[in-house]
């Protein structure tokens, strides 16, 4: 064995003190403890993150379930706690949460008609990582609060069921998105007055109800006019299509006989059309007819404000709207002045008075798929195109009188769809008429359904605040 000199050693000794190579294991050891740490609490979070989603969607779902059943008189204040309990019981699935508990407070009808319950629930999650540092639970809490009774609403879908609805897939389409609406809207209906619909199917003329021929609302003056036939003499082919013309030819005119009218009636007079006065004079009230331009299409008859609460009368309008068949020419404004008509009380179709203790929203949905194409006055469309935009015209003053009748408690939103398969371009009519942020503008069938679960949530009378 030999001995290194001091200098060998010293020498030695300097280069373990200069050595870093080790230094990196070293560091990572240290840092080693904080970056688990960091990692473990992230999992933990995320664990009573996902039992805190769970929570809320329950609690929303139980708070929604103990309002109707308030509302309808099936649990009284004294249950509300045990009722919300159960109902969250049932739906909250989350099984990393202990302890969890509910609370529910009721507030009956207040100075704006409105009733509220407020549920909130809290809990602890187990952590498996933070429990090292001295954290073994983590607190969990949320809350739900459903509102209803203040306001109430009343919607009119005027739908189009022209002829070009048949292709691209867009009536039934609109069917479906139509139908899904009136369950969307009747779940948050807490009784009979709560959610009204209306149906108006519109194409150049609408559909009132041949029930209604006798109705002093109705004006036959048209008809006479227009609905019969002219003799025809020999050697003279020309065809006269009104009275007017067939007398002052000399030749006999024969009315139709009143009792083949099915039911339609086209725009009232002017200014009439774009108004919603009462029908109290010939010069306000509706022109029964048969045909407009040749053309004997009459869709569908409208619905009126119906309460949606029952569910025999939700399938009876989803019924009506299973219905509707495609035919005819675009005529916006007649169902844009329906849809607003049956927003009214009184003539003609009688919409129930509102109740003062409560508020209401009122609203309009108009989808269409083209363009004006034909109304009542033929200068103004032939039935494949509009001239001179004189039907679009009508059309703006009578948006426009919609928007001058709002009152500070009272004022009709207006939603429109435009569903463009054809390449047609924007429709600027539709754009003006609907409120900010409500016009839908698609070019596939499919946006129809899209459009109408938009309009569905916006109008949802029954909110959750989380």
Not at 3 to 15: D, F, N, Q
Not at 300 to 329: C, E, F, H, R
Not at 423 to 450: H, Q, V
């Amino acid at each position: 064995m030999s001995l290194r000199s001091p200098g060998r050693l010293e020498s030695i000794a300097r280069r373990f003190g200069r050595a870093s190579g080790g230094n990196v294991a070293v560091l990572f050891a240290i840092s080693l403890l904080p970056i688990l740490g960091f990692v473990g609490a992230a999992i933990d979070y995320s664990r009573a993150s996902k039992a805190r989603t769970a929570m809320q969607a329950a609690l929303d779902s139980a708070a929604l379930m103990v309002s109707r059943d308030l509302s309808s008189g099936a649990i009284t204040a004294a249950q509300v706690t045990a009722k919300a309990q159960t109902y969250f019981t049932s739906l909250y699935t989350n099984t990393e949460a202990t302890g969890v508990t509910v609370t529910a407070s009721y507030t009956a009808k207040d100075s704006t008609g409105s009733s509220t319950i407020l549920l909130t629930g809290g809990g602890t999650v187990g952590t498996d990582f933070m429990n090292l540092f001295g954290f073994p639970t983590l607190g969990i809490g949320s809350t739900s609060t459903a509102t209803w009774g203040g306001t109430r609403l009343r919607v009119a879908m005027a739908l189009d069921v022209t002829g070009s609805m048949a292709y691209d897939d867009k009536l039934p389409t609109m069917k479906t998105a139509a139908k899904n609406l009136i369950e969307s809207l009747r779940a948050s209906a807490q009784s009979a007055d709560d959610v009204y619909i209306s149906i108006i199917p519109f194409a150049h003329m609408v559909n009132v109800g041949v029930s209604n021929k006798g109705a002093d609302w109705l004006k036959w003056d048209d008809w006479n006019e227009n609905e019969g036939s002219c003799t025809t003499y020999r050697n003279d082919y020309r065809s006269y299509d009104n009275r007017t013309d067939c007398q002052n030819a000399g030749r006999t005119w024969t009315p139709m006989s009143t009792n083949n009218w099915r039911g339609c009636v086209t725009d009232r007079d002017q200014p009439a059309d774009t108004t919603k006065d009462a029908p109290t004079s010939n010069a306000t009230r509706f022109p029964a007819r048969y045909a407009l331009l040749n053309s004997t299409v009459c869709p569908a008859q409208i619905v009126p404000m119906t309460s949606v609460y029952s569910a025999d009368n939700a399938t009876t309008l989803k019924g009506k709207i299973d219905a509707l068949t495609a035919n005819g020419g675009t005529n916006q404004p007649i169902g844009m002045a329906w849809a607003w008509l049956s927003l009214q009380t009184g003539n003609p179709l009688n919409t129930p008075a509102k109740d003062s203790n409560f508020k209401y929203t009122d609203a309009i949905i108009l989808l269409s798929d083209g363009l004006n194409t034909m109304d009542r006055w033929p200068s103004y469309g032939n039935g494949q195109v509009q001239y001179n935009g004189q039907i679009d015209a009508r059309q703006k003053l009578l948006c426009d009188n919609i928007r001058a009748s709002a009152t500070n408690t009272s004022r009709t939103v207006i939603y429109t769809i435009q569903v463009n398969t054809g390449g047609d371009p924007e429709s600027a009519i539709l754009r003006y008429c609907a409120d900010s942020g409500n016009f839908f503008a698609t070019t596939t069938a499919s946006g129809i359904s899209s459009a109408f679960a938009q309009i569905g949530s916006s109008l949802s009378k029954l909110r959750i605040a989380k």
